[in-house]
């Protein structure tokens, strides 16, 4: 499969890893939106928030528990910081392997662009 972020799990294509386990992966945004900038995705290849099965309750509960964790070790869990999931091209998704964003260490605007 050509997908760019399965690439980098798998270590064909170089990518900063944050972190790893079983089920996700973490490394840091190639073009960075701001000074914490981390992708979370899962290691299964799914292409949309709208792919999502019931049985991947569990999984998308599981990187939102690693966004914590990051969003700590980072130092920006108490500034602040901001999660987001980009579905389908009005959105601006570019990559279609799902992705949360982490973005942290600068003041967030509202609305986001
Ligand atoms: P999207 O726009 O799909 O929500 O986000 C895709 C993100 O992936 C963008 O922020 C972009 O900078 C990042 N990205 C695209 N290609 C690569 C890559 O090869 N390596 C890394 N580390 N990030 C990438
Ligand atoms: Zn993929």
Same mark, same amino acid.
């Given at each position: 499969?050509?997908?760019?972020?399965?690439?980098?799990?798998?270590?064909?294509?170089?990518?900063?890893?944050?972190?790893?386990?079983?089920?996700?992966?973490?490394?840091?945004?190639?073009?960075?939106?701001?000074?914490?900038?981390?992708?979370?995705?899962?290691?299964?290849?799914?292409?949309?928030?709208?792919? !999502?099965?019931?049985?991947?309750? =569990?999984?998308?509960?599981?990187? +939102?528990? /690693?966004?914590?964790? @990051?969003?700590?070790? $980072?130092?920006?869990?108490?500034?602040?910081?901001?999660? !987001?999931?980009?579905?389908?091209? =009005?959105?601006?998704?570019?990559? +279609?392997? /799902?992705?949360?964003? @982490?973005?942290?260490? $600068?003041?967030?605007?509202?609305?986001?662009?």
């Amino acid at each position: 499969m050509d997908c760019i972020f399965c690439k980098i799990i798998s270590g064909e294509k170089k990518g900063r890893k944050i972190y790893e386990d079983e089920l996700v992966y973490a490394f840091e945004d190639i073009n960075p939106q701001a000074p914490v900038h981390i992708l979370l995705v899962p290691k299964k290849h799914i292409p949309t928030l709208l792919d !999502l099965k019931e049985k991947d309750k =569990e999984l998308m509960g599981h990187l +939102y528990m /690693i966004a914590n964790r @990051l969003a700590k070790e $980072r130092g920006v869990a108490d500034r602040g910081f901001r999660t !987001l999931i980009n579905c389908n091209p =009005e959105s601006g998704q570019t990559v +279609y392997h /799902i992705h949360l964003h @982490l973005l942290g260490g $600068r003041m967030m605007h509202w609305p986001p662009g």
